[in-house]
């Protein structure tokens, strides 16, 4: 077998030739307060809502997996009962990606900065960044005592730290351990921009995507959609991994993963599909090399680009396998308090495990292809829906795969070593930043 082990050091960060001071700029070294106000952060604001215009012209969306335009988002919970909070969200649950921690500890001024912005366009007058890693933590504390004092902003802004989880970084979840409670996704509604932190409006961004305010205050909207395509303007980070070039990399929406590949001196031929925007939305196979990578495109393939977090499967890595390792992760993780999402990842990974190693029957194919569409929606958070698109996305990606398993003729699996399956395949670390 030929998983991805768990959590190898990501050994690069690159920008993409196309693109220029944006998101990933210097080299690794951890941006003190005085080189980002050189490069023109904290700029006055003269009228936020022209920002929100701007912003809403842009077309920025979540970077944190649902892709909502954050414009919308933050009129939405400016509108509602009371004086909004917001909230930078940096809990990266996810194994396979680590775009926010590179964030928040190598440029955590663009984030506070991000988070000024998007405080002054909701009205928000309680800030908090919510983390998990405390080497986060500690870089957004710095930054924040740098500014201590500075003349720049004065705002107070509350630093929370909770357990790395994989549901800890859902919205509901913030807000709970935010309040004091535990980080679970709770019931809903209400939503956050409903009732969030103290029962107020609250805006939750995820901090890559309040690291592209500052670009577009920066850039002005048409500047910034220099770069991607109409539906997906500007560039997004990509987390990719099982393949010599894992790292992270920014590159412009639109590109294609063969050019990406090419672009690292990975060559495309040799991979035989991708597990796609993370845990989330399962398997894709070799069409997606060639499919633009952006919002409406991915959609049309029954796939999403997520958090953007790629995994690669080289020639034998058997799809059955990443499956079962994912789904088996999933029915570990989930948060335990939905009984549909409890018992419902616990049997798909039951049968997942079973087709992987050659125990499955038809009829244990045919109640996952029941599950995989009865049981989505279910739950306080999206971790069912995305154990159910795991394992649709197998089911529809790769019929010959599971038809080998299911009579034990799979070359990728007979011909390999066994070897202990990863608790979290295609995990990757974040380069620690000087």
Same mark, same amino acid.
């Given at each position: 077998m030929t998983l991805a082990t768990d959590a190898p050091v990501t050994p690069a960060v690159a920008a993409h030739p196309d693109v220029e001071s944006r998101l990933l700029i210097g080299g690794g070294q951890r941006e003190d307060l005085a080189a980002y106000r050189a490069a023109g952060g904290y700029a006055a604001v003269d009228d936020a809502e022209r920002l929100l215009d701007e912003v809403d012209e842009a077309a920025v969306r979540g970077r944190g997996g649902a892709a909502f335009p954050i414009a919308t988002k933050i009129r939405t919970v400016r509108g509602g009962r009371g004086v909004p909070v917001a909230v930078a969200n940096g809990e990266e649950g996810e194994p396979a990606s680590v775009k926010d921690r590179w964030l928040l500890r190598t440029r955590p001024h663009l984030v506070l900065d991000g988070l000024r912005l998007a405080s002054l366009m909701v009205g928000a007058d309680e800030l908090h960044v919510y983390v998990s890693d405390p080497a986060s933590a500690e870089s957004v504390t710095r930054a924040l005592e740098e500014l201590r004092g500075a003349g720049v902003w004065d705002a107070e802004v509350a630093v929370t730290l909770v357990e790395p989880t994989y549901v800890a970084g859902e919205e509901t979840a913030a807000v709970q351990a935010i309040d004091g409670g535990p980080a679970l996704p709770t019931d809903k509604p209400p939503r956050p921009f409903e009732a969030g932190v103290k029962g107020r409006p609250t805006l939750v961004s995820n901090v890559e995507t309040l690291a592209n305010l500052?670009?577009?205050?920066?850039?002005? $909207?048409?500047?910034?959609?220099?770069?991607?395509?109409?539906?997906?303007?500007?560039?997004?980070?990509?987390?990719?991994?099982?393949?010599?070039?894992?790292?992270?990399?920014?590159?412009?929406?639109?590109v294609t993963l063969t050019a990406v590949l090419t672009w690292l001196g990975e060559d495309p031929a040799q991979v035989d599909g991708v597990l796609m925007?993370?845990?989330?939305?399962?398997?894709?196979?070799?069409?997606?090399?060639?499919?633009?990578?952006?919002?409406?495109?991915?959609?049309?393939?029954?796939?999403?680009?997520?958090?953007?977090?790629?995994?690669?499967?080289?020639?034998?890595?058997?799809?059955?396998?990443?499956? $079962? $390792?994912?789904?088996?992760?999933?029915?570990?993780?989930?948060?335990?308090?939905?009984?549909?999402?409890?018992?419902?990842?616990?049997?798909?990974? $039951?049968?997942?495990?079973?087709?992987?190693?050659?125990?499955?029957?038809?009829e244990d194919v045919e109640r996952l292809t029941g599950w995989s569409v009865r049981l989505r929606?279910?739950?306080?958070?999206?971790?069912?829906?995305?154990?159910?698109?795991?394992?649709?996305?197998?089911?529809?990606?790769?019929?010959?795969?599971?038809?080998?398993?299911?009579?034990?003729?799979?070359?990728t699996c007979g011909a390999a070593d066994e070897q202990p399956v990863p608790a979290a395949p295609f995990a990757v670390a974040p380069p620690t930043a000087a």
């Open positions: 500052p670009l577009v205050q920066r850039l002005g $909207a048409t500047g910034y959609r220099g770069l991607g395509t109409y539906a997906s303007p500007g560039t997004f980070l990509l987390t990719l991994s099982g393949c010599a070039a894992t790292g992270l990399y920014e590159v412009p929406f639109g925007g993370g845990y989330f939305s399962g398997v894709l196979g070799r069409q997606v090399l060639d499919v633009p990578l952006e919002y409406d495109a991915l959609k049309a393939l029954h796939s999403g680009l997520g958090c953007g977090a790629v995994g690669v499967l080289s020639a034998g890595t058997c799809p059955v396998e990443v499956s $079962a $390792a994912v789904m088996a992760y999933f029915a570990r993780e989930n948060a335990g308090q939905c009984g549909s999402c409890f018992n419902g990842t616990a049997a798909m990974s $039951a049968v997942l495990d079973a087709l992987r190693d050659s125990r499955a029957e038809a929606g279910r739950g306080a958070c999206g971790t069912l829906d995305g154990a159910t698109n795991v394992a649709a996305a197998l089911l529809r990606e790769y019929p010959d795969a599971v038809r080998t398993h299911l009579d034990g003729t799979c070359a």
